[in-house]
């Protein structure tokens, strides 16, 4: 019963990490996008945000399968794309996701840490 749980939440997480976006919830999140990079060959997690202009503050939350913040960067980008990389080995295994807040845009992303 727990293996068949772990491939049902494992496919799901698959499904959320192919995705590049949730839905948009303001006008503009449509042109916006982020994607997540968390290979089992890397100990990095790499996070792509693009957007059709300067993105200015960003908040990044990283939370575990059970909500928990595991990990918080916030920061400023003054160009339309911004790549961040940080170690996965903070990370607990399994799923996770990750909400990036702009003033433009609000964007959460599932991936899978292994």
Not at 15 to 34: I, N, R
Not at 83 to 91: A, I, N, T
């Amino acid at each position: 019963m727990t293996l068949r749980i772990t491939l049902v939440l494992a496919a799901v997480c698959a499904v959320l990490a192919s995705s590049s976006a949730m839905a948009p919830s303001h006008p503009d999140e449509k042109k916006a996008t982020v994607s997540v990079e968390c290979t089992r060959a890397s100990g990095l997690v790499q996070v792509n945000i693009l957007h059709h202009r300067k993105i200015g503050n960003v908040h990044l939350v990283v939370k575990d399968a059970k909500g928990k913040t595991v990990y918080v960067e916030e920061g400023k980008a003054m160009t339309e794309e911004l790549v961040r990389r940080f170690d996965k080995g903070m990370l607990p295994k399994g799923a996770a996701t990750i909400t990036v807040e702009a003033r433009d845009f609000t964007i959460t992303q599932g991936f899978m840490v292994q």
